[in-house]
C-alpha cells in the first residue's frame, strides 16, 4: 500500500484503537483547557502565550522574524503581526531590526515577557507531568495477533 493509499483508503480501527484515541484526545483537550485558563488567569490570551513560547523555544537563537513565527504558530502573517504588536503593547517583546538584513525585523522576548513565560511553562511543565500516563501516544490494534504478539501492550 502506497502512502497516497493509506490517506484515502486507511486501514479500519479496532474498538481498542478508538478507545485509545479518544482517551488520547480527552487528555489534549483537558491540557489545553489547563493551558487556555492558566494564561488567563496571568493576563495573557492563549495565543500570546504560544507566540511567548515560539520565540524562547525557537531553535539554535532568542529571536525570531514574523514570517518564522507564523510558520511555527501555523497562522497568518498579518495575524502574527497584530499578535506581536498586542504583546508589545504589553511590555512582554520588542522589535529591532535584523543585522544582517535591515529589511528584517528581529521579535525578541523583554526581561518581563520571559519572567512571565518562565513562571507560565513552569506550570505547564508541571502539569503535563501530572498528566504524563493520559497523554501518552495510543497504541494502534491494527491486527486481532498485536496484543498475543506483544503481552506488555495495553
Known sequence: ?????????????TKQDFEALAQFRFGIRRYLRF??????????????????LALKGFPDRDWATVRELADRLQLRHHSVVELVDRVQKQGLVE???HPEDGRAVRVLLTADGEALLGRLSALHRDE???MEVVLR???WHDTVDDAAADPLRP
Open 1 to 13: 500500500m502506497t502512502a497516497d493509499d493509506a490517506r484515502t483508503n486507511p486501514e479500519p480501527l
Open 35 to 52: 493551558s487556555e485558563e492558566t494564561v488567563r488567569d496571568h493576563g495573557l490570551a492563549p495565543q500570546q502565550y504560544v507566540l511567548l
Open 95 to 97: 522589535r529591532a531590526t
Open 128 to 130: 503535563l507531568r501530572r
Open 137 to 139: 501516544l495510543p497504541r
